[in-house]
């Protein structure tokens, strides 16, 4: 499980759902997300997927790779960034295993979109 948290911590930055919450997580980025305007990105993003609307996928996939790119941590916090990710992974795996399961798919899924949609 390690590696998934190693790989996961060098990933592009994307907003991920954990249960009823949603993080950007990735290189150098953990951060809970709130705001309205970037949660309603990631529902029409949600929306162009199950629309299979590939000019759409792309436009919010996009989208939300750079809202997410901006909670990017400051390099000198590289390490308590890291650490936060980490135990927040393993709680979640201890405490509900679904959802770290979950994360886990959400990561393949994101990860299989960039690579047919961000050339």
Known sequence: MSD?????FERKSFIY??????YAIG???FAGITDS???DNIELFRNALKKENDRQIAKYLD?????ANTYRADAREYYKV??????????????DLKEYQALQAQVFEVDALIEKYQQ
């Open 82 to 95: 890291k650490d936060r990710l980490f135990r927040f992974l393993d709680e979640l795996e201890q405490r």
């Open 27 to 29: 290189g150098n980025t």
């Open 4 to 8: 998934f948290k190693e790989s996961l």
């Open 63 to 67: 989208k939300i790779l750079r809202i």
């Open 17 to 22: 759902q954990v249960g009823n919450s949603y």
């Open 37 to 39: 305007p970037e949660l």
